[in-house]
Nanobody, 114 residues
């Protein structure tokens, strides 16, 4: 069964940094386009950053220059380095394929607050 498990979230002050990880099981990872998504209560889940199997990346405008998505195919792991965090980055962060074909994991909560 294909599964993803997100980790690395937490409480951080504005301007701080966090690194999220997504461990994936199954042989799909290395050949799949992957992405980070986030969701806040009452809002639709939005795409934050995507990375192709070859390493090409895309970002939503609001995180460009602050977030960096990367992957380690040997470890079946997706990462999201988040710098200069803002209150509006507060959300539950999820990983999935792009488009999202997998079941959603439990996500990891990121809270940016002083």
């Amino acid at each position: 069964q294909v599964q993803v498990v997100e980790s690395g979230g937490g409480l951080v002050q504005p301007g701080g940094s966090l690194r999220l990880s997504c461990a994936a099981s199954g042989s799909f990872f290395s050949r799949s386009q992957m992405a980070w998504y986030r969701q806040t209560p009452g809002k639709q889940r939005e795409l934050v950053a995507g990375i192709t199997s070859g390493g090409s990346v895309t970002y939503v405008d609001s995180v460009k220059g602050r977030f960096t998505v990367s992957r380690d195919n040997a470890k079946n792991t997706l990462y999201l380095q988040m710098n200069s965090l803002k209150a509006e980055d507060t959300a539950v962060y999820y990983c999935n394929t792009r488009p999202s074909f997998l079941g959603w994991g439990q996500g990891t909560q990121v809270t940016v607050s002083s």
